[in-house]
């Protein structure tokens, strides 16, 4: 029983997030809008919460666009996300 345990595997599960490019003022850094909805503990209303994080970006994305950003290991002081693909670009 000896399993062919490829590299990925051995890393683990990857987080995969999806959200809008807010801003490409960087060089090759974006920043990538999370947006989630929660329902508040106490009265159960649906909220409306959002993350900025800092994604590594060689794809040359714009601003608007959706993507898919994936985690990986710290790449700058801020930088823990890479661009994987677009999914929808900016018209």
């Known amino acids: 029983m000896s399993e062919q345990v490829t590299d990925a595997q051995q890393r683990g599960r990857r987080k995969v997030r999806r959200g809008l490019v807010v801003s490409n003022k960087m060089q090759k850094t974006v920043v990538v809008l999370l947006a989630r909805k929660v329902q ?13 994080v800092k994604a590594h970006d060689e794809l040359s994305c714009d601003q608007g666009d959706t993507v898919e950003i ?10 823990r996300w890479r661009v994987s693909r677009i999914i929808e670009k900016v018209k």
């Open 70 to 79: 994936v985690e990986t290991r710290p790449l700058s002081r801020e930088k």
């Open 40 to 52: 508040h503990p106490l009265y159960g209303k649906t909220v409306n919460k959002s993350t900025r």
